[in-house]
């Protein structure tokens, strides 16, 4: 028989239904009736939407016509139907949480069913309380993995996560870490080169992480004067210095639970890093001028440009606040190590700009080119820059090459230049002309198969040469294997 609860009855004497942030749908199977009822009114009273059922062979075809999120089932002693099912319900919702209730004497059939799929289990007879813990275990690691789930599938049908651009596997590995990072509350520091978007990656962590409702406080440790620092990220007390003329809570403390981005934490003076340091340990902050400590629960989210590890060894950073920081470090790629976000990247730039002014920009494929062979050491930021100077100052909707600034311009005049030297050296141009251009035909080989990460095809016709010329070269140069580095 099939039994449905309410989950009015329970509510008084469990009363953490708000733990749960999304009711989840919770199938007991279990031939004691007792067992069952009090199974399903606690966990009714977690908030759990329940069934019930007494029958293993109604368990396995309910989860088969409507899953619940986690299985509460009971495995009967000296049979191995309990296990099948447990196998069956894994092969068909791999996302879905089983937990095995087992007799006590029957470790082995525990171990069997976690072998079998299972993520936890309850020995009989277990207390309420244990039963309440197993299941919150069960939701929390549920929800964790459906928000994690639902990144993944928008990451598929989108060009990046939130905010950001990007679909290079340097970038898919990023976001990767970066879901499973927003769902907890340690430090992380986010490290890479100037304009890589090390804040907009504090800001994606805070918008996917538990507290987002909350406020995301920026501090720029570089621009700021060190005692402005204390007070800003700790607070003062009426009366602290001259001008305190009242207490104002530091960012710490005024983010609640969520974010302070700490920004280029690497300039952070030794004292106040001291002071942080304190701050993360204890959990608590000391105003200035206080005798007292106010509690914090801010995520600290860091981010730096320089080498820390370095600042370490010289002693201008403090190791122990460096390994508080360092649990999680993010790592950004520099935009001239994933090229083929750069398209998607001035896309997405036009894009903003076009809405904007109510005006459709294009790139041709001239100035497409001239940017996918530039370096970029201003990173994303550069290349922000650089769409939105060439919509300004272009000539028209389509922007050109001439559109683009001088050194990008430069770049793809030089590539031009050894593609046709290396044309010309197919058509057997002068002696000597190939003796000063070899060195320039060969590096210009070298850099089309890097910036397309050794696909040769591409690579020659990025330098508008035959495939066939290419590999001829190839040998001629000696580059072979070496041009995969
Ligand atoms: N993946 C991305 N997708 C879209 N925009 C990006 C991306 N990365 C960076 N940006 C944009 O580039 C600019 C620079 O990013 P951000 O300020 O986060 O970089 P940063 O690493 O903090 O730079 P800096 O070291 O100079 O402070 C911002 O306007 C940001 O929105
Ligand atoms: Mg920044």
Not at 329 to 334: F, G
Not at 341 to 348: C, E, S
Request: hydrophobic share 45%; aromatic share 4%; glycine share 8%.
């Amino acid at each position: 028989m099939l039994e449905t609860i309410s989950n009015t009855r329970a509510m008084e004497y469990i009363p953490n239904i708000a733990q749960l942030p999304a009711r989840l749908h919770l199938l007991v199977a279990d031939p004691d009736a007792a067992v069952r009822s009090a199974c399903a009114e606690i966990a009714a009273g977690l908030g759990f939407a329940v069934e019930s059922t007494g029958d293993l062979d109604q368990a396995r075809s309910l989860m088969e016509s409507r899953a619940a999120d986690i299985l509460l089932v009971n495995l009967p002693p000296g049979s191995n139907k309990g296990l099948e099912v447990v196998r069956d319900v894994k092969l068909l919702h791999p996302d879905a949480s089983v937990i095995a209730m087992t007799a006590s004497n029957s470790v082995s059939a525990a171990v069997e069913a976690m072998r079998c799929g299972a993520s936890d289990y309850l020995a009989k007879p277990f207390a309420m309380d244990e039963l309440s813990t197993v299941l919150d275990r069960a939701a929390a690691n549920h929800n964790s993995g459906s928000i994690a789930r639902q990144l993944r599938e928008r990451l598929r049908l989108s060009q990046g996560l939130g905010a950001m651009i990007g679909r290079s596997p340097e970038m898919e590995k990023l976001y990767r870490i970066l879901s499973k990072v927003a769902q907890s509350s340690h430090p992380v520091l986010v490290l890479g080169e100037s304009g890589t978007g090390k804040e907009l990656v504090a800001r994606t962590i805070h918008a996917y992480g538990l507290n987002a409702e909350k406020p995301f406080l920026p501090v720029d440790c570089a621009s700021l004067a060190p005692t402005l620092i204390e007070s800003e990220l700790f607070g003062y007390v009426k009366g602290a210095f001259t001008g305190a003329n009242r207490a104002k809570d530091g960012l710490l403390v005024s983010a609640e639970s969520g974010t302070v981005f700490l920004d280029e934490v690497g300039e952070l003076p030794l004292e106040m890093q001291a002071k942080l340091l304190r701050a993360l340990q204890e959990k608590e902050v000391r105003p200035v001028g206080a005798t007292y400590s106010v509690p914090m629960k801010a995520r600290i989210v860091a981010a730096t440009n320089r080498d820390l590890g370095a600042m370490v060894v010289s002693g201008a950073f403090r190791k122990d606040l460096f390994y508080r920081l360092n649990v999680v470090n993010l790592r950004l790629p520099a935009l001239r190590d994933r090229r083929e976000d750069i398209p998607l990247l001035a896309a997405h730039f036009l894009d903003r700009v076009s809405r904007e002014r109510k005006w459709k920009y294009t790139l041709n494929n001239e100035a497409l080119q001239a940017m996918m062979l530039y370096d970029w050491p201003g990173n994303v930021r550069e290349l922000e820059n650089a769409v939105e100077r060439a919509c300004t100052m272009g000539s028209g909707p389509e922007l050109r090459l001439g559109d683009l600034p001088t050194q990008l311009r430069q770049q793809e005049l030089a590539a031009k230049h050894a593609a046709a030297a290396l044309s010309d050296c197919a058509d057997g141009g002068e002696a000597v002309q190939v003796k000063t251009l070899a060195q320039m035909e060969r590096e210009a080989i070298l850099d089309a198969i890097r910036i397309l990460k050794g696909d040769k095809l591409q690579a020659a016709k990025l330098l508008g040469i035959g495939k066939t010329t290419l590999y001829r070269k190839l040998k001629e140069y000696g580059i072979g294997d070496a041009a995969k580095e």
